[in-house]
């Protein structure tokens, strides 16, 4: 893949970083049990890897073909997802357009390990052809199109960032507790606005409710992935 080699190694290091972070995620969820996208982490992970090696090929951990299968398998996947959503079907981060997203990424990631398998093919039989650019010319709309999709996503997310809830409000809801201004004159204890307790107890949250894990770091890995691969698609220009 063209581009100069430093700029390749950072994005190589973003996507590595991306990976370690959301299979730490799945990690912490099994653990202490707490709510994540474990299909969204998990896709992360594997395109993290397989990106780092597509920039640095000295970073490559998997065999020839391999990738093709699970990004085909992921694109079929997410489609589904997606069209579930769309339909009103409840699903794990349900949202429109959350799934659609991993749809283009998917197939984005299915469209470069394809022309980088045709240029080493192409090498082979001795055709001429150089880089992946050269191949990916027979489809340079598509390319151009899924970047551009990505980035608008890019957009998207980083524009309902800071609409999303830290991990701070997440964890007051979950655990409602009530605010103490101290002892009251007979000794028993007061709420904030200076009134006894009431005799009944207020509603608690319910028994093994977890705190998720952070909204807006799992979107912050989206953003760094869309980047990423828009990056990637315009190479193949």
Request: charged share 10%.
């Amino acid at each position: 893949m063209g581009g100069p080699s430093w700029l390749a190694w950072i994005f190589a290091g973003v996507t590595i970083a991306v990976a370690a972070y959301c299979l730490t995620r799945l990690a912490v969820s099994w653990w202490q049990h707490r709510p994540t996208d474990h299909r969204v982490d998990g896709i992360h992970v594997l395109m993290g890897v397989a990106m780092a090696g597509m920039l640095v090929p000295r970073l490559r951990v998997f065999w020839a073909g391999g990738w093709e299968v699970v990004f085909g398998i992921g694109t079929a996947w997410f489609a589904w997802l997606a069209i579930r959503e769309f339909r009103g079907q409840r699903t794990v981060g349900g949202r429109p357009g959350h799934h659609l997203q991993h749809v283009l990424a998917c197939g984005a990631m299915l469209y470069m390990f394809l022309a980088a398998a045709s240029v080493a093919k192409a090498k082979a039989s001795g055709s001429g052809m150089s880089g992946m650019a050269a191949d990916a010319a027979h489809f340079p709309t598509l390319a151009l199109v899924l970047a551009f999709a990505l980035f608008g996503y890019v957009v998207w997310n980083a524009d309902r960032l800071s609409s999303l809830a830290p991990v701070a409000a997440l964890a007051a809801r979950a655990v409602p507790v009530p605010v103490l201004a101290g002892a009251g004159a007979g000794g028993g204890t007061s709420f904030a606005d200076g009134e006894d307790a009431p005799s009944t107890p207020k509603p608690q949250a319910p028994a093994g409710r977890r705190v998720p894990l952070s909204p807006r770091l799992a979107v912050c890995c989206e953003i760094a992935m869309g980047v990423t691969m828009g990056y990637m698609l315009i190479l193949v220009l």
